[in-house]
Every structure is written in C-alpha cells, then in structure tokens.
C-alpha cells in the first residue's frame, strides 16, 4: 500500500491518547491509499467493496477534509446505482467490472443519505446536493418500499429479487438514521417527502417499542448499541439500553465483543459504541473505549480489524479503512466537528411523523 503524503489532519481529529497530529494524518492517508480512480474504497487492497462501509470511509475523509477524495467516493456510488435506486452487496475491490454479491441489503441502500447529508454540511456545496438528491431519493423511495408491516424494513433482497419478510434491528435503526438524514436533505431543498416522514415514524416506534419485530440477533453488540447510534432512543431510554448489557459486551481494557460469547473485540464495533455513548452525553467513556483499541493501530495508521484476547492474536488479519473511518468519525465527533456532530445527534436531524402508540 502506498501512503499519500501531504495530508494534514484538522484538529477536530486530535484526541489524547488516541490520535495526536502525525498519527491522524497517517490514519487518513491510509483510507486514502486504498481509494481506487474510479473512487471506491474497498475494505482493504484487493478486497471487498460494500456500499455503506465504503460511504462511512467517505464521511472520514470529509472529517478530515479530504473533500475532492469523498466527493469522488459519491460519484462512485452515483455511477453504480441500480435502476430501482439499488445497489448490490457486494464488489469486486480490486477494480475489477462486476458484482461479486447480488443480493441487495436495505440498509446499505439507504445509507447513502447519511454521507450525503454529511458531505453537504462539511462543504456547504449546492451543487453537489443537487447532483447527488436523485440518487438519495431513488435509494430512500427504493428502501421504504421494502416496509414491513408494523413498521421493520426487509432486511434484503436475495439474489433473484425475492425480499425478505424479516428485518434486523441493526440495520432498520441504520435505515431510520438514514431516512432523517434524507429528511433534512429535502428540507435543504424544500421538497416535502411524507412518505419517508411517516416511514421514519413507524420505524422509530418498531425499533423503540417492539424488539419482537426483528430477528432476534441479540449476541451481536450491534443490536445492542444501534437503536441508540440510529436516534430510536435518546435520554433515559437509551441510558437505560446502554447499562443493561453493557458487561456483556464492553471488555474492561480491551474494547467491545462483536458477539457476546466470543473472545473478539473489534474496532469498528468499540469506534461505533464510542459514537453512541457521544450521543447521549459520556464523552470520557467514548474516549476510554478509544484509547482501549490502540493495540488495533498498525504501524502506518491504518487499524486491524479485531483482536482475539484470549489467544493474544490479531484476527483476522487485514486493516480495513471501515474501521479506520468509524475511528476518525467517533474522534470526529469528540472533538466537535460541527457536520459529523449534526449528523450523529438525534436532536439535530428531522424526526419523521410521530406515531407513539398508533401501532
């Protein structure tokens, strides 16, 4: 992997005993190395290329300043869009043509609002709103379509088009923080969306009030921080979801189990509860849970995905720029960038149509 030089990283992305000057620019650089000319961002060279770990890589660079490199991560995705406001599952990371996963998963459709809205509020750009509203709007109307009753979103579509009537409470709270950032897209642009009002309503509820909607995936820490990261809960309700599995999955030290009953801790997972436990007002223990994962840190500033205590290994062993991103993102946020910040606080983006009770 070649390292671009020339990088500086902005002070928002400074953070004591995470990230000082030098090692946050060379986090950044190592997104940036990975970055393909048609601007996808793989996991890693020769890797997997998914639509929403390449649009968090993209909200990184933009936390970084790195504006032209995520507005080419845009144009990538705007290029790839299905005709149904799809994208698949899955891409050849090499640059090779082609789709090596065609499934559609609905969460990383939507997620696309989220860096775009991003993009829009690090740059104040008009007209990269207005290039990038057809391509957001064809992914929510794509994702709403996939409602289920009593408000969960289909998870996916298999391979020959036929949608799951399941959903997963990660990835319906991932879709309600997109739908919210969608809604403050078309109020930027004072075009009304009330079907993604009232589906971003019956989704907070769903993921709020009835966890027996969804598939249960409860060992995953995922499911566990997630309607908090999404803004289905805020306040007391996510405090309380917070405590009370918390020691399930947060390893004094360490970091947080992506399963709760395996030995692994990983960084994308520490980096998003980091963002979550943001949300709702405990900085310090964001920045504890930061400073946990440096053993992650490989020696260029790119990080390793996982480490497996008990054996003292890094598994598996591959650096990935997903869980670089949600580390410069969680730091983002700690040091008040005022676009991430606006993004990932439930109170600053438009709720949905409020339908406590109706269902």
Not at 3 to 13: K, M, R
Not at 39 to 60: Q, R
Not at 151 to 160: F, K, N, T, V
Request: glycine share 10%.
């Amino acid at each position: 992997m070649t390292i671009p030089e020339g990088v500086a990283a902005p002070e928002t992305l400074l953070l004591p005993g995470v990230l000082d000057a030098a090692e946050a620019a060379a986090t950044v650089r190592s997104i940036l190395a990975e970055q393909r000319p048609d601007g996808g961002i793989p996991w890693f060279t020769g890797g997997h290329l998914d639509p929403w770990d390449h649009t968090e890589a993209a909200m990184a660079l933009d936390a970084a300043g790195e504006h032209a490199a995520a507005d080419r991560a845009y144009r990538w995705l705007a290029e790839q869009q299905n005709p149904d406001g799809s994208w698949y599952a899955g891409y050849y990371g090499d640059g090779a043509p082609g789709v090596s996963n065609r499934a559609v998963e609905s969460n990383f459709c939507a997620y696309v609002a989220v860096g775009s809205w991003h993009h829009y509020l690090t740059t104040g750009d008009d007209a990269f709103v207005d290039r990038m509203w057809p391509v957001v709007r064809r992914a929510l109307d794509f994702t709403v379509g996939l409602q289920l009753p009593g408000g969960p979103i289909a998870w996916r579509l298999d391979e020959d088009g036929a949608p799951a009537q399941e959903a997963l409470l990660t990835g319906s709270s991932s879709i309600l923080h997109a739908l919210r950032c969608g809604l403050a897209i078309a109020e930027h642009r004072q075009e009304p969306q009330p079907d993604w009002e009232l589906a971003a309503g019956l989704l907070q509820h769903a993921v709020a009030e009835h966890p027996e909607r969804f598939l249960d995936k409860g060992r995953y820490s995922m499911d566990w921080y997630y309607p908090v990261l999404g803004g289905a809960l805020s306040g007391a309700a996510a405090e309380r979801r917070l405590a009370a599995d918390w020691d399930r999955f947060v390893v004094d030290g360490l970091g947080v189990r992506c399963v709760s009953d395996r030995p692994w801790v990983t960084g994308g997972e520490s980096a998003e509860l980091a963002l979550a436990l943001w949300a709702v007002g405990r900085h310090e223990d964001a920045a504890t849970i930061l400073r946990w994962i440096r053993r992650l840190r490989n020696q260029d500033g790119s990080y390793w995905t996982g480490y497996v205590f008990e054996d003292d290994a890094i598994w598996p062993e591959e650096h990935t720029t997903w869980t670089a991103g949600s580390m410069l993102l969680a730091v983002a946020v700690l040091g008040g960038d005022p676009a991430t910040c606006a993004v990932f606080a439930a109170d600053k983006l438009p709720g949905g149509l409020a339908v406590q009770g109706c269902c």
